[in-house]
């Protein structure tokens, strides 16, 4: 694999990180609409980091759940669990982002970082095994 490809991957997780850390603030100050968007992003942008392993890269979000599903759920490399944590991080970053009366509470908001917290673990595990990581 190319260098550059190599450290947009670093660049992608490091990104990740940084959204999380977001998150995390966001939800300690009891904003909870954009916790679960930034926790959704942090997710987005470990996906993008993902998929470039396999040569590819998404250009819209449905995108980015599209191919993660058939190059890393179907082929048996992520638990489908990731697969539904991406979905579902989507459509709750589009309630609270786009709804006018959306219903992102503590309790969706702590689920979203722990699913975040997850799916980015596992993607660096998984980019470690494979020699992308440190």
Request: net charge neutral; hydrophobic share 40%; no cysteine.
């Amino acid at each position: 694999m190319k260098s550059a490809v190599k450290e947009l991957i670093k660049g992608y997780i490091q990104k990740a990180e940084g959204k999380l850390g977001v998150a995390r603030r966001l939800f300690a100050s009891g904003d909870y609409e954009d916790a679960v968007s930034r926790a959704y992003y942090a997710v987005y942008h470990a996906t993008q980091a993902l998929l470039l392993t396999e040569g590819q890269r998404a250009e819209t979000h449905r995108g980015a759940i599209t191919l993660f599903s058939l190059l890393f759920v179907k082929t048996g490399k992520f638990n489908k669990n990731l697969g539904k944590f991406l979905a579902n991080l989507k459509d709750d970053r589009e309630s609270g982002d786009y709804e006018v009366f959306s219903y992102i509470e503590r309790e969706t908001a702590e689920t979203a970082l722990k699913e975040a917290e997850e799916f980015l673990e596992e993607s660096k595990i998984y980019l470690k095994k494979i020699d992308l990581m440190d």
